[in-house]
């Protein structure tokens, strides 16, 4: 139905605590799953833990305890962070639960009877870490081509779903489905994959080599997979051969996953339920992975960001909205404090707070500390007609998971009605008297902070509330999702700033005894690094009156709108500028260019007369830092 949505995480291992990896995926289907209830949708949300395979029985044994009590310490790190980070998931569920064992039993009992599955002898390499076989071609230097440990050779008889039949089953539904597989690279990718010959896939392992794990029920001497067991838990937990209805009415699902995962869950899982004859899920989206600078986080290079540390330390809301915002979704983002404190001050503090603060002040000196009664012609109200345009596009953006996109466009009205009052000057209106003019300004803003907060509620949900009480906003008035939902009369009530500006922490000084010689012409790193280079995305282009070569442009610097100068004109037209994502040097002095101000430089390349811009080679936001 069109007006259901199931989302789902991945189940985590619980070999670990939860990273910022755990927390954005979660975080993610949290946000999509209430933006969906925002517009007035029904959702399902699951998210649970992985609890078998030979991992967990190692880190059991290792630890001198039963599996299923390390299990359940291990379990309560991630309910306890879900909890912290104000995960709302409608169900949580664990693969050692019976009604997922009951289910899992029954599907392979169903598929064995069906002669899906076959037993023979396997020799093969296998990767404790990753609970895969591996053949000799896809070692890498003699280690598993996945996690770069060493492998083990197997030779023993085991069980396999004949996964090798539905090849090209598989080849046709994705190229028929375009919306399939996420991000369209990705998608790319395992076609690529599926053009090699697919091999039937290993279920079992040997209960003499590994016993914590879902039995076979056709032989007892084996237990399941942990893939063939975890993926079926998306079927398991909506009722799945126990409440038809339930099941019915939620699947299929759109899975939320890492990049790392994606063969499991667009080969394996889509192989899966064909043999079952079940739909497909709706969407299978892969985003990227958190990085460090230029490297994953690894708990052996002891750079993982952990995310209850950073919600400890600048709140839970703010955390949520910069993993919101920074990241494009399939795309690899970058985690730097710096990066976190400047997202924040540039949209947290310098826009919604301030718009927050400042209306309020001008409420409570101008009109009583009441919201004022706007005149009834609402004909020439912009910010209303922004927002009535801005709801169809986040949800567009919600449903194609541009996500980053939508949280850009709702800052882009809050940084609108702080341009909506520096242009309309509230204060010189009172000083005038023009009271009806003053109200109309004062509602239109004050209203848009309403409805601002009710779009960022699913990321903000703590910010969000405390906006709307600061409006004097009660349950009923809160959450209409249509313009002029906001009382007059209504009794404001000022607080707190909502989001203190930080400080950037300060770099380690650098103990140089002798200052180094550099060859003429040769720059150290330090002097590079004060060159600030951002992608910027050209909104507006115009000729400079009487200059042939100039060109004013007015660009999106992903938290900031800038005008630049540039003498481009002799080989760009404005025409052919608008919506080019080029690079620019955001920290130069600004300058006055034929009387006309510029705030940054393009980067371009010349030879001889040819002149061609630096642009990115794949669309990226604006703002991404160059690095």
Same mark, same amino acid.
């Given at each position: 139905?069109?007006?259901?949505?199931?989302?789902?995480?991945?189940?985590y291992?619980?070999?670990?605590?939860?990273?910022?990896?755990?927390?954005y995926?979660?975080?993610?289907?949290?946000?999509?799953a209430?933006?969906?209830?925002?517009?007035?949708?029904?959702?399902?949300?699951?998210?649970?833990?992985?609890?078998?395979?030979?991992k967990?029985?190692?880190?059991a044994? %290792?630890?001198?305890?039963?599996?299923?009590?390390?299990?359940?310490?291990?379990? &309560?790190?991630?309910?306890?962070?879900?909890?912290?980070?104000?995960?709302k998931?409608?169900?949580?569920?664990?693969?050692?639960?019976?009604?997922?064992?009951?289910?899992?039993?029954?599907i392979?009992q169903?598929?064995?009877?069906?002669?899906?599955?076959?037993?023979? +002898?396997?020799?093969?390499?296998?990767?404790?870490?990753?609970?895969?076989?591996?053949?000799?071609?896809?070692?890498? !230097?003699?280690n598993?081509?996945?996690?770069?440990?060493?492998?083990?050779?197997?030779?023993?008889?085991?069980? *396999?779903?004949?996964?090798?039949?539905?090849?090209n089953?598989? $080849?046709?539904?994705?190229e028929?489905?375009?919306? *399939?597989?996420?991000?369209?690279?990705?998608?790319? +990718?395992?076609?690529?994959?599926?053009?090699?010959?697919?091999?039937?896939?290993?279920?079992?392992?040997?209960?003499? /080599?590994?016993?914590?794990?879902?039995?076979?029920?056709?032989?007892r001497?084996?237990v399941?997979?942990?893939?063939?067991?975890? @993926? #079926?838990?998306? #079927?398991?937990?909506?009722g799945?051969?126990?409440d038809?209805?339930? *099941?019915?009415?939620?699947?299929?699902?759109?899975?939320?996953?890492?990049?790392?995962?994606?063969?499991?869950?667009?080969?394996?899982?889509?192989?899966?339920? %064909?043999?079952?004859?079940?739909?497909?899920p %709706?969407?299978?989206?892969?985003?990227?992975?958190?990085?460090?600078?230029?490297?994953?986080?690894?708990?052996?290079?002891?750079?993982?960001?952990?995310?209850?540390?950073?919600?400890?330390?600048?709140? $839970?809301?703010?955390? /949520?909205?910069?993993?919101?915002?920074? &990241?494009?979704?399939?795309?690899?983002?970058t985690?730097?404090?710096?990066?976190?404190?400047? =997202?924040?001050?540039?949209?947290?503090?310098?826009? @919604?707070?301030?718009?927050?603060?400042?209306?309020?002040?001008?409420?409570?000196s101008?009109?009583?500390?009441?919201?004022?009664?706007?005149?009834?012609?609402?004909?020439?109200?912009?910010?209303?007609?922004?927002?009535?345009?801005? #709801?169809? +596009?986040?949800?567009?953006?919600?449903?194609?998971?541009?996500l980053?996109?939508?949280? !850009?466009?709702?800052? !882009?009205?809050?940084?609108?009605?702080?341009r909506?009052?520096?242009k309309?000057?509230?204060?010189?209106?009172?000083?005038?008297?023009e009271?009806?003019k003053?109200?109309?300004?004062?509602?239109?803003?004050?209203?848009?902070?309403?409805?601002?907060?009710?779009?960022?509620?699913?990321?903000?949900? !703590?910010k969000?509330?405390?906006?709307?009480?600061?409006?004097?906003?009660?349950?009923?008035?809160?959450?209409?999702?249509?313009w002029?939902?906001?009382?007059?009369?209504?009794?404001?009530?000022p607080?707190?700033?909502?989001?203190? =500006?930080?400080?950037?922490?300060?770099?380690?000084?650098?103990?140089?005894t002798?200052?180094?010689?550099?060859?003429?012409g040769?720059?150290?790193?330090?002097?590079?690094g004060?060159?600030?280079? /951002?992608?910027?995305?050209?909104?507006?282009?115009? %000729?400079?009156?009487?200059?042939?070569?100039l060109?004013?442009?007015?660009?999106?610097?992903?938290?900031?709108?800038?005008?630049?100068?540039?003498?481009?004109?002799e080989?760009?037209?404005?025409e052919?500028?608008?919506?080019?994502?080029?690079?620019?040097?955001?920290?130069l002095?600004?300058?006055?260019?034929?009387?006309?101000?510029?705030?940054? &430089?393009?980067?371009?390349?010349?030879?001889?007369?040819?002149?061609?811009? $630096?642009?990115?080679?794949?669309? #990226?936001?604006?703002?991404?830092e160059?690095?």
């Open positions: 139905m069109e007006n259901r949505f199931y989302v789902t995480t991945p189940i291992y619980v070999n670990d605590e939860p990273h910022i990896g755990h927390a995926t979660t975080i993610l289907a949290d946000v999509l209430q933006l969906h209830r925002v517009f007035g949708d029904e959702v399902f949300f699951l998210t649970g833990t992985d609890e078998h395979g030979q967990l029985q190692n880190a044994v %290792k630890n001198k305890r039963e599996p299923l009590d390390y299990c359940d310490e291990m379990v &309560m790190r991630f309910k306890k962070t879900w909890r912290k980070l104000h995960i998931n409608d169900d949580f569920i664990r693969t050692t639960e019976e009604r997922h064992i009951k289910v899992v039993s029954e392979l169903r598929i064995y009877d069906r002669g899906e599955i076959y037993s023979a +002898e396997y020799e093969g390499w296998y990767c404790v870490h990753e609970e895969r076989f591996w053949t000799e071609k896809d070692l890498v !230097e003699g598993c081509p996945d996690c770069n440990r060493p492998v083990t050779k197997i030779t023993e008889m085991n069980y *396999f779903f004949k996964m090798s039949k539905y090849q089953w598989l $080849v046709d539904y994705i028929k489905n375009p919306d *399939f597989i996420q991000p369209a690279f990705r998608r790319n +990718e395992v076609l690529g994959f599926l053009k090699k010959p697919l091999g039937d896939l290993c279920i079992s392992r040997p209960k003499a /080599r590994l016993s914590w794990g879902i039995e076979l029920p056709f032989d001497q084996y399941c997979y942990v893939w063939f067991d975890a @993926l #079926i838990n998306y #079927i398991s937990a909506i799945y051969l126990s038809d209805k339930k *099941f019915e009415s939620w699947w299929p699902a759109v899975h939320l996953i890492g990049k790392d995962i994606l063969t499991t869950h667009a080969v394996y899982w889509p192989c899966m339920l %064909k043999a079952m004859d079940l739909p497909q %709706k969407t299978i989206f892969a985003h990227g992975w958190w990085l460090v600078g230029e490297t994953k986080m690894s708990k052996s290079l002891g750079n993982v960001v952990k995310p209850l540390q950073l919600a400890d330390k600048y709140g $839970v809301d703010a955390f /949520r909205y910069f993993l919101m915002r920074e &990241m494009t979704l399939g795309q690899d983002s985690y730097s404090e710096e990066s976190f404190i400047s =997202r924040y001050n540039s949209d947290l503090a310098n826009d @919604l707070g301030n718009l927050l603060s400042r209306t309020l002040k001008m409420i409570q101008y009109t009583d500390g009441k919201i004022p009664a706007p005149p009834g012609d609402n004909s020439d109200n912009e910010l209303a007609r922004r927002f009535e345009k801005l #709801i169809p +596009e986040t949800r567009e953006k919600v449903a194609t998971l541009k980053n996109r939508a949280v !850009e466009d709702i800052l !882009e009205l809050v940084r609108a009605t702080n909506y009052i520096e309309n000057k509230p204060w010189a209106l009172a000083k005038k008297g009271k009806e003053l109200g109309r300004i004062l509602y239109n803003a004050a209203e848009t902070l309403r409805l601002v907060s009710l779009l960022l509620s699913p990321i903000m949900p !703590e969000c509330k405390v906006i709307q009480d600061q409006l004097g906003l009660q349950d009923d008035t809160a959450g209409n999702l249509a002029g939902g906001l009382k007059p009369g209504t009794s404001i009530k607080g707190e700033g909502l989001f203190p =500006r930080l400080q950037q922490p300060k770099a380690e000084a650098i103990n140089m002798e200052k180094e010689e550099l060859p003429e040769v720059i150290g790193f330090e002097e590079f004060k060159v600030k280079m /951002r992608t910027a995305r050209v909104l507006e282009a115009e %000729k400079v009156p009487k200059a042939d070569k060109l004013k442009l007015q660009i999106d610097l992903g938290s900031e709108k800038r005008q630049i100068v540039a003498g481009i004109a080989y760009y037209t404005p052919d500028m608008i919506g080019k994502n080029l690079v620019v040097v955001s920290n002095k600004p300058a006055k260019i034929r009387g006309v101000d510029s705030n940054g &430089m393009l980067l371009a390349a010349t030879h001889g007369k040819k002149l061609v811009l $630096v642009t990115t080679d794949h669309d #990226i936001d604006p703002g991404a160059i690095s």
